[in-house]
């Protein structure tokens, strides 16, 4: 008899043999800003070391996300803001080494998921810590940083963003394309997830390596600026990539952006006041807003089911075809959760859905992280 034959195939064994990479998680603010402990069960949030095994993570992406309106999107402060956050996320395997273990490679994934421990690994999200000087994209790489997206929701001078005025004309400028030229020698995968349509494209005609999404979803499902669209999607998977599809509600669940935007207004007063209230530091008091958004969106929005994040996989799939999707939770940096994705433990229910839609255990380990191992393996390629 075959090892092959002794497999069990029920989902939660198919979903234990994948090696699963998420590509964007914020929890790197949570270290610096509330001094969590994730060898532990947090109470609250989406995800930690035990959470994690109980979700079979092998590799975290920790997004090293400098908000510019609170940080600056430029200048010393900004490098500070993610130098801070880099240095959190190092200590993660140094206080425990045996659970974490700081990752670059493709080949550091596979050994430390099969090791047992979970692979730390680190992305920027928003140029802004690169203080539009070149050298600093070398030198982010070289403290750890695998991937980088020009911009978050607010424009910088060389790269638009999907989430301000200037992001509707703006794409990459000289310097942007250099960056991206940089990125492309370094072995820095390039993110487009937040960046303009313009941005988008000047990216995708300027890279020479597979071009990825970190955290978005399909406009032609959720039709928001930051998703991407069909056309966007197959240029996209030319170059190699993947899109990683992101769990947040708003941005896989058609008319919650705008239902979001009612109860925002609804809420304003009520989000203000305990920002005022909270006597901490600017990042402190961001916490604190968050935490009344994060009560009254459970409460007033409807609920959003892991089905909607298999419809997205299923969109790309029908698009490009199985090897260019994967995931990219974007847990911890986000107010709402679909009710059975309530954090990483829950990973499992993704991994039955696609079963119960009739994905094979192949298709499914290139969903989970296969697809990106790929793409990280060919970007690492001098
Ligand atoms: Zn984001």
């Excluded at 790197?28 to 532990?40: H, K």
């Excluded at 045996?98 to 493709?106: H, I, K, P, Q, S």
């Excluded at 703006?170 to 991206?180: A, E, P």
């Excluded at 979001?260 to 807003?289: F, H, M, P, T, Y």
Aim: hydrophobic share 40%; net charge negative.
């Amino acid at each position: 008899m075959t090892t092959e034959t002794n497999k069990t195939n029920d989902s939660a064994s198919i979903h234990r043999r994948a090696i699963i990479v998420d590509m964007h998680a914020d929890t790197a603010q949570r270290l610096v800003d509330e001094n969590v402990d994730l060898s532990q069960r947090v109470a609250d949030g989406h995800l930690d070391a035990v959470r994690a095994k109980d979700g079979a993570l092998d590799a975290q992406f920790f997004s090293i996300w400098v908000e510019p309106q609170l940080f600056g999107g430029g200048g010393a402060s900004a490098m500070k803001r993610a130098d801070v956050q880099i240095n959190a996320v190092r200590a993660l395997a140094e206080k425990h080494p045996e659970t974490w273990e700081n990752a670059t490679t493709a080949a550091d994934v596979r050994r430390v998921a099969e090791a047992g421990k979970i692979a730390a690994l680190m992305g920027l999200e928003g140029g802004y810590a690169i203080d539009d000087r070149l050298e600093n994209v070398e030198r982010y790489f070289k403290m750890g940083v695998r991937y980088m997206s020009p911009a978050w929701s607010v424009s910088t001078t060389w790269a638009g963003s999907s989430g301000d005025e200037l992001g509707k004309t703006r794409g990459l400028n000289d310097f942007g394309k250099q960056v991206i030229r940089e990125m492309n020698r370094l072995g820095m995968m390039v993110d487009v997830s937040h960046v303009s349509d313009k941005t988008f494209w000047d990216i995708v005609n300027t890279s020479t390596k597979p071009v990825i999404a970190t955290h978005s979803g399909c406009r032609a499902i959720a039709n928001v600026p930051r998703n991407l669209t069909d056309e966007m999607i197959r240029a996209l998977a030319k170059t190699g990539g993947v899109v990683n599809v992101i769990f947040y509600p708003e941005h896989i669940e058609p008319g919650w952006s705008e239902k979001k935007r009612r109860v925002d207004a609804e809420i304003a007063s009520r989000v203000q006041r305990a920002s005022d209230e909270e006597k901490g530091n600017v990042a402190q008091k961001k916490l604190a807003r968050d935490r009344v958004r994060a009560e009254e969106y459970l409460r007033r929005l409807p609920a959003v089911s892991v089905s909607r994040i298999a419809d997205h996989i299923d969109h790309v799939v029908k698009l490009v075809g199985v090897d260019h999707v994967g995931i990219g939770s974007d847990f911890d940096g986000v107010q709402a959760v679909p009710a059975d994705m309530k954090s990483v433990a829950d990973l499992p229910n993704l991994t039955a859905e696609l079963l119960r839609r009739g994905y094979s255990e192949s298709d499914i380990e290139k969903i989970l992280g296969g697809n990106m191992l790929r793409v990280m393996a060919e970007v690492e390629k001098k």
